[in-house]
């Protein structure tokens, strides 16, 4: 999460009870396919399952305990995590290529190893950030990839996502990594528009999801 909230109508749920349901499709689907995989797709399913055991089992219990999501976004997340689950086991069920692991794959595992290791270092430290916040007024975050851009929780994500891109190499991957660009670069450019509005002082010189470019 950037660390700003918008404000739904309609039903709310507990957000860890929330986040688990939504998130773990993504998990659980691939899980149920693991037997039938060819040898040569182990690991990048391996590493799409190792990302959302966090998301879904480590992630929301990272969270305060009381705060609330939408029903409707958990419902949404649910339907997108279980679709994407078993977009990439199918592919990757079909992904008969040589067996030994290339240099661009192993490129790509290193790859996504430091884009979930940004992503969870930027979490931890928004959490900071939340602890330390008094009242409404939202903190500069100033820690790792933060120093570069606004939304460095989300430029890991999409770091992770290319990796997994050149490991698997499958098309059900590249929409994967290039929707992944786009839904998340869309929402870091929201938050960086709003932390310069809203953050007095805050760094001009900061892009809002992509280092140097975006």
């Known amino acids: 999460s950037s660390g700003i909230n918008a404000e739904y109508g309609g ?14 499709p993504a998990f659980f689907v691939p ?3 693991a037997n039938l995989l060819p040898s040569t797709s182990l690991i990048p399913m391996a590493m799409f399952m190792v990302h959302y055991f966090n998301r879904s089992f480590i992630f929301p219990f990272l969270m305060k305990h009381d705060l609330q999501t939408p029903v409707e976004t958990v419902i949404s997340a649910f ?3 279980s679709f994407n689950g078993w977009l ?4 990757l069920l079909q992904n008969v290529h040589n067996a030994s692991f290339s240099l661009v794959q192993i490129a790509g595992l290193l790859i996504f190893v430091c884009g979930m290791t940004i992503n969870i270092s930027a979490d931890s430290h928004l959490r900071e950030l939340a ?3 008094v009242g409404k007024q939202y903190l500069t975050p100033t820690k790792g990839f933060f120093r570069l851009v606004s939304a460095a929780n989300y430029f890991g994500e999409i770091v992770e996502w290319f990796g997994f891109l050149l490991v698997a190499q499958t098309k ?5 990594a290039f929707f992944t660009l786009l839904f998340l670069g869309q929402r870091g450019c929201q938050a960086h528009k ?6 007095d002082g ?9 280092p140097f470019l975006i």
């Open 194 to 199: 709003y932390y310069l509005s809203k953050i």
């Open 11 to 24: 039903a709310k749920m507990n957000a860890r009870l929330g986040w688990m349901i939504q998130e773990c």
């Open 79 to 81: 339907i997108f995590c």
């Open 131 to 133: 602890v330390q916040r």
């Open 202 to 210: 805050y760094p001009r010189n900061r892009r809002a999801v992509i």
């Open 172 to 176: 059900a991957a590249l929409w994967f």
């Open 31 to 33: 899980l149920l396919y």
């Open 88 to 91: 990439q086991v199918t592919f």
